[in-house]
T-cell receptor
Framework: KAGVTQTPRYLIKTRGQQVTLSCSPI?????VSWYQQTPGQGLQFLFE???????NKGNFPGRFSGRQFSNSRSEMNVSTLELGDSALYLC??????????????FGAGTRLSVL | AQSVTQLGSHVSVSEGALVLLRCNYS??????LFWYVQYPNQGLQLLLK??????LVKGINGFEAEFKKSETSFHLTKPSAHMSDAAEYFC??????????????FGTGTLLAVQP
């Protein structure tokens, strides 16, 4: 069974631009969560989508948004990029059963660099 | 609020020596606890999980962890370190009751170095 797939793996943008990151969960998984990883702040929860609905949101500004499609694939969007948005963005998926115990499987991440 | 504290941002052991990575948690509800490993330029790989079954949990690659409620600890151990164990390790706790949220709270990580 294929794992969580994130595209692209690397991205370079300039301040003020916007970016969209994609995540395909493990087949059959309906929950997708996003995390931001930076050296200074560590791993921080962005949001979770389950069956196309946002179920939980972390403490990030409104520039960070996401959505989930009917096939469970998810995208996150960051508008008006700032230098501080440079990070590794990780996507994780859970099956309905595993979601009850917070068991999540992570992708390799998208490394975003903002210049 | 739930939180985890990882003692020691850097741990160095010799190949073949015991690995002990420390994690203490704070949780207002019975916690679900996890250890993840991250190799350079990669995502997080689930090593093991405690979801209120046996308190001694065995994971992949020879790692295990013991849930000790009295000490609010969930330390990760491996009897004999291998060079391939060099990576960063993260302890995580579920934020609230499972099912209501799928949010994980992560520790700051421990970078494990294995010396030949």
């Amino acid at each position: 069974k294929a794992g969580v797939t994130q595209t692209p793996r690397y991205l370079i943008k300039t301040r003020g631009q916007q970016v969209t990151l994609s995540c395909s969960p493990i087949s059959g998984h309906r929950s997708v969560s996003w995390y931001q990883q930076t050296p200074g702040q560590g791993l921080q929860f962005l949001f979770e989508y389950f069956s196309e609905t946002q179920r939980n949101k972390g403490n990030f500004p409104g520039r960070f948004s996401g959505r989930q499609f009917s096939n469970s694939r998810s995208e996150m969007n960051v508008s008006t990029l700032e230098l501080g948005d440079s990070a590794l963005y990780l996507c994780a998926s859970s099956s309905s059963r595993d979601r009850g115990k917070n068991i999540q499987y992570f992708g390799a991440g998208t490394r975003l660099s903002v210049l | 609020a739930q939180s985890v504290t990882q003692l020691g941002s850097h741990v160095s052991v010799s190949e073949g020596a015991l690995v002990l990575l420390r994690c203490n948690y704070s949780s207002s509800v019975p916690p679900y606890l996890f250890w993840y490993v991250q190799y350079p330029n990669q995502g997080l790989q689930l090593l093991l999980k405690y979801t209120s079954a046996a308190t001694l949990v065995k994971g992949i690659n020879g790692f295990e962890a013991e849930f000790k409620k009295s000490e609010t600890s969930f330390h990760l151990t491996k009897p004999s370190a291998h060079m391939s164990d060099a990576a960063e390790y993260f302890c995580a706790v579920s934020d609230g009751v499972g099912g209501a949220t799928n949010k994980l709270i992560f520790g700051t990580g421990t970078l494990l170095a294995v010396q030949p």
